[in-house]
């Protein structure tokens, strides 16, 4: 039952995440509440490792969920739940996109999904900016000040952004690599960036 549901959840969102793997976290969130599957932070984790890995950010996090949720098993199941809509729509504009290439409703409706798509990329950008930057949870614990910043998430995030000014030649892959050396001192450290 579990892979159904697995596939269920990744076809809608491979149905309507239109314009790339981050604009799945709206979905990806949602699935989170409803599912209990896993957290708001680890979807982060899930984001740091789908950017970090060669392929398409949302094939990367829907394989992540579904081994997560079900090993090898729910990984492919999820990951063929999210591109069975791509395929099958590609397969059915494919065969028409020739003859209405430039009719101009289908010139209008690409030009309407680019806004679209920018804003649910937007969304999904401040998404994980909230979780990486924020600590609401122990703010609303608290309710102090002090404790609703993550202070070495913003530390990091200051000296990241500082080095790929001073260092625009190095590959991006050098920074993700000493971002997840950081992370896992702090892991081993007992702390959390």
Not at 63 to 91: D, E, H, Q, R
Not at 105 to 127: D, E, H, M, N, Q
Request: aromatic share 14%; net charge positive; glycine share 12%.
């Amino acid at each position: 039952m579990i892979y159904l549901r697995l596939f269920y959840e990744f076809f809608k969102v491979g149905l309507f995440s239109i314009g790339g793997g981050l604009a799945t976290l709206p979905f990806l969130y949602h699935i989170s509440d409803t599912t209990g599957w896993f957290t708001h932070s680890q979807l982060a984790d899930m984001v740091a490792i789908s950017e970090s890995t060669p392929g398409p950010i949302g094939v990367n996090m829907a394989t992540y969920v579904g081994f997560t949720t079900s090993g090898v098993l729910g990984a492919v199941v999820a990951t063929i739940g999210l591109i069975t809509p791509s395929v099958i729509v590609i397969l059915i504009i494919a065969g028409f996109l020739k003859v209405f290439r430039d009719n101009q409703y289908v010139k209008g409706a690409f030009y309407g999904l680019r806004p679209a798509s920018t804003g649910l990329i937007t969304a999904a950008g401040f998404s994980v900016i909230l979780i990486s930057l924020f600590q609401l949870d122990l703010y609303h614990a608290t309710g102090s000040v002090w404790d609703l910043f993550n202070w070495k998430g913003i530390l990091l995030a200051i000296v990241i952004f500082a080095l790929t000014r001073v260092f625009k030649k190095l590959h991006p892959a050098v920074f993700i690599l000493a971002c997840a050396v950081v992370g896992i001192v702090f892991g081993f450290a007992g702390g959390t960036v």
